[in-house]
């Protein structure tokens, strides 16, 4: 079957998904408790620039016979907000996924979807815990005037914290690669313990977060620290976001030569800005130490977001994204990403994106005949939100 045999089925389950998938209303039980759910769906196929050697696809040697692959996956998840009081909240959040889409079998270094997918809500960082992501409580504290201090204790994810953007940041409306949902060489953890304060000063912000995570890709369980500094201005252009972050972890990380232990240390901007009603812009540098073992040094990544109105259609909206991503001390020398998006908003509740993505690493091959991967992956991606 053709590649664009495989993404018309994909497209025609997907369309499906939106049919029977659309709900009524959203489930607010009253102003104290509220329940909200998401269901995506996604399919995408490669075409790869080349045939690569089997073993380096982690499915079956069959697949590297193909020169295309399709793969798809459905994550569902449901969210319980409870707020007794104005100052106190109780929050969880759990997550089902079927499939893990491309992202086991691509040979590329990022994942094409960066969403929570089966293997991702099974055995949580090497915890054990299956299916509950987040479980956290809030108390927030009056400062004067607007400003605002929140502190939050359980499990938590990082990434609500810390490097946020407008216009790259889920990758369930927005860009579905890894390399624009957050910086992918912050590496930040997601549900696990930990603590964040959140101060909220007027048109500044300062976030402070820490966790302790169950286990790395070594196998090793370590600290995470991470403090972000904002300014949040609206400029004549419109509302801008402004963010100097620093991110750290423990000394519980391999270096490059795997006989000792070193500890991480991250650092970056995040920048994103209205430009009037019709367009948006963000981007992000983001450099790291590399004393420890590190698939990248640095990462530059920028793009723009063209909004519906332009054309009527309000909900609607273009994102147009590029990633140059160095290498640090391991294999790969450096990787590049190209990636724009269709959303359409079909109505309140359900979505529905076309995506088109290249990718390209450069790796230090110490066979010559092995072949850099690069190549294009096309996808249509289906969520329902209530």
């Given at each position: 079957m053709s590649l664009l045999s495989r993404l018309s089925v994909v497209a025609a389950g997907l369309v499906v998904l939106s049919i029977?998938?659309?709900?009524s209303a959203a489930?607010?039980?009253?102003?104290?408790?509220?329940?909200?759910?998401?269901?995506?769906?996604?399919?995408?196929?490669?075409?790869?620039?080349?045939?690569?050697?089997?073993?380096?696809?982690?499915?079956?040697?069959?697949?590297?016979?193909?020169?295309?692959?399709?793969?798809?996956g459905m994550p569902v998840q449901l969210e319980m907000d409870f707020a007794p009081t104005a100052r106190d909240e109780f929050f969880a959040k759990l997550g089902w996924a079927t499939g893990n889409g491309l992202n086991p079998v691509s040979p590329f270094q990022l994942a094409p979807w960066a969403a929570d997918l089966e293997d991702d809500v099974k055995d949580i960082n090497g915890s054990g815990r299956n299916y509950l992501l987040a479980a956290w409580y809030k108390h927030s504290f009056a400062l004067g005037g607007d400003n605002r201090l929140g502190a939050t204790l359980g499990i938590i994810d990082t990434t609500a914290y810390l490097d946020g953007n407008a216009y790259a940041n889920d990758?369930?409306?927005q860009f579905m690669n890894e390399a624009f949902v957050n910086a992918a060489n912050y590496s930040l953890p997601s549900y696990d313990a930990g603590a964040a304060l959140e101060a909220s000063l007027g048109p500044h912000s300062v976030n402070v977060v820490g966790m302790r995570v169950s286990?790395?890709?070594?196998?090793?369980?370590?600290?995470?620290w991470g403090l972000q500094?904002?300014?949040?201005?609206?400029?004549?252009?419109?509302?801008?976001?402004?963010?100097?972050?620093?991110?750290g972890a423990s000394r519980d990380f391999p270096d490059p030569d795997g006989v000792d232990k070193e500890s991480r240390l991250a650092y970056g901007l995040s920048?994103?800005?209205?430009?009037?009603?019709?367009?948006?812009?963000?981007?992000?540098?983001?450099?790291?130490?590399?004393?420890?073992?590190?698939?990248?040094?640095?990462?530059?990544?920028?793009?723009?977001?063209?909004a519906g109105v332009s054309w009527g259609r309000d909900g609607d909206g273009i994102g147009i994204a590029y990633a140059h991503l160095a290498g640090g001390n391991t294999e790969v020398e450096h990787t590049n990403v190209f990636e724009a998006y269709y959303r359409a908003q079909l109505n309140d509740y359900f979505a529905l994106t076309a995506d088109?993505?290249?990718?390209?690493?450069?790796?230090?091959?110490?066979?010559?005949?092995?072949?850099?991967?690069?190549?294009?992956i096309v996808g249509l991606r289906a969520v329902a939100a209530f």
């Open positions: 029977v998938s659309e709900p489930y607010d039980l009253n102003e104290r408790f509220a329940i909200n759910a998401l269901l995506a769906g996604a399919g995408q196929c490669q075409a790869l620039a080349a045939r690569l050697p089997a073993d380096d696809y982690d499915d079956s040697a069959a697949l590297a016979t193909a020169h295309s692959i399709c793969r798809g990758e369930y409306t286990e790395n890709d070594d196998g090793d369980s370590y600290n995470f500094l904002g300014w949040h201005p609206r400029l004549g252009l419109g509302a801008g976001n402004y963010r100097l972050l620093v991110i920048f994103d800005q209205e430009l009037g009603k019709r367009f948006g812009a963000f981007l992000r540098i983001v450099g790291q130490k590399d004393d420890a073992a590190i698939t990248y040094r640095a990462l530059y990544s920028g793009g723009i977001d063209i088109v993505q290249y990718m390209s690493d450069s790796l230090e091959q110490a066979d010559p005949r092995q072949q850099d991967p690069s190549g294009w």
